[in-house]
């Protein structure tokens, strides 16, 4: 459960993006990768994983979107080690994903995320990476259980968060939003309005 008196930021501790992402095109079963779990990145391993791919995608899908992007990684243990996983089905994963993104509020279309089904050296085993970019500055992302979720700059995931967090977020990106351009009179009155405003989403145990 989210600590309501913990301070919640959205800037990133470093940029992100699915093209930048992809560092390799095959894996080496039983290998360990130079990289480790970030803000940016998580690891998951095998089949448990992919059996429960729905219940990942709510809660990295909302982190990464409201957190500057990131790769939800299936076949990957903990400490970096190669393990795959067996995919009988690519389009029924696709599926899954697409499904899972759709029913976030607001919808999450394909544009803001990519899937690779990446080989290894053994046959029928892969590496899955779900690359979900940054959502848009004027959006805070609920899975479908209306669950809002975020990515601290230690890389830990934090949520579902309490309303008065999900307040400062919205106080937050909405005045990112208006320091990027001019702000009109109606825009700041807004802002004050908001301020005082209770949050729509609210916590759900």
């Given amino acids: 459960m989210a600590d309501s008196s913990m301070v919640y930021t959205l800037t990133p501790e470093l940029s992100f993006s699915p093209s930048t992402a992809r560092a390799k095109t095959t894996y080496k079963i039983g290998s360990k990768l130079v990289n480790t779990e970030t803000r940016h990145t998580e690891y998951k391993v095998g089949n448990f994983a992919l059996n ?110 309490w309303p008065r967090n999900i307040k400062e977020i919205v106080l937050e990106k909405f005045t990112k939003v208006l320091n990027s351009s001019t702000p009109s009179a109606s825009n700041k009155q807004s802002l004050v309005e908001l301020s005082a405003a209770t949050p729509v989403l609210e916590h759900k145990e």
């Fill in 52 to 161: 429960n791919l729905e219940q990942h995608i709510r809660k990295y899908g909302s982190a990464f979107l409201n957190s500057g992007g990131g790769t939800l990684t299936i076949g990957i243990a903990d400490d970096g080690t190669v393990v795959g996983v067996n995919v009988s089905s690519q389009a029924r994963i696709k599926k899954v994903i697409c499904d899972e993104f759709k029913a976030f509020k607001p919808s999450v279309g394909s544009s803001y995320y990519e899937v690779d089904f990446v080989p290894t050296d053994e046959r029928d085993k892969f590496i899955i990476e779900i690359h979900v970019r940054a959502g848009e500055d004027d959006e805070i992302y609920a899975d479908g259980e209306d669950k809002v979720i975020m990515t601290m700059r230690d890389g830990s995931v934090q949520g579902p968060l």
